[in-house]
Structures are given as C-alpha cells and as structure tokens.
C-alpha cells in the first residue's frame, strides 16, 4: 500500500539540530496528512507535527518555534528541521501519513522509527 523510508536519526548535543527526512512511496494518491510522532521511554506516542497535502502545519507545543516540518509532494517526501534540541526530545521518531487531515495510531501508514539522542 504505502511504504515509508526514514533517515536522519542520530546523536545530537543539547542546542544542536538535525534533520529527519521521510520518503513515501506507493498508492499516495489518497494520502493527506503526512508528519511526524515520538515516543519517549514511559511515555505514550505523541504528535510532533503534520503537514497536509495544501500546506496546513500542526506541531506540538513542545516543539513549537523549534522545528518546522516540510513537504515535497510531487517528491512525497517530508522533512522535519529540528533546531535548538533538548534531551526532552530524546524519543524514537516515526513518520506517518494518512489519508485524512489528521494521523491516525491505527488507521495510518507508518515507518519502522529512528532514534534521536540528545546529550545533555
């Protein structure tokens, strides 16, 4: 159906940045929504940020003025540029996309993760 390939992941120190890209492939025809989710040790997954097919951005207030999120539709590829880091943002990233507005945890199509450190 959809397959999705992510890169980026890696080792970071507090104050740093990095870059997560996402490559979608297959039927993207009905693809809306594309973004990211992370999930921390003890912790529930949780919205980083989307991007509709029309350019609507959602983050979380967590991250908000930290990282922007962006999409190459006729690429159907998502970056997340992820500036100022802290080791709050340690998590495993997941890309994701739906066919709605929204992402769905059981609807959606989603990559395997990658991790992303902060060192303090």
């Known amino acids: 159906q959809v397959q999705l390939v992510e890169s980026g992941g890696g080792l970071v120190q507090a104050g740093g940045s990095l870059t997560l890209s996402c490559a979608a492939s297959g039927s993207m025809f009905s693809i809306n929504a594309m973004g990211w989710y992370r999930q921390a040790p003890g912790k529930q997954r949780e919205l980083v940020a989307t991007?509709?097919?029309?350019?609507?951005?959602n983050y979380a207030d967590s991250v908000k003025g930290r990282f922007t999120i962006s999409r190459d539709n006729p690429r159907n590829t998502v970056s997340l540029q992820m500036n100022s880091l802290k080791p709050e943002d340690t998590a495993v990233y997941y890309c994701a996309a739906d066919e709605g507005v929204r992402i769905s945890l059981f609807r959606g199509y989603w990559g395997q993760g990658t991790q992303v450190t902060v060192s303090s």
């Open positions: 991007i509709t097919r029309l350019g609507s951005r």
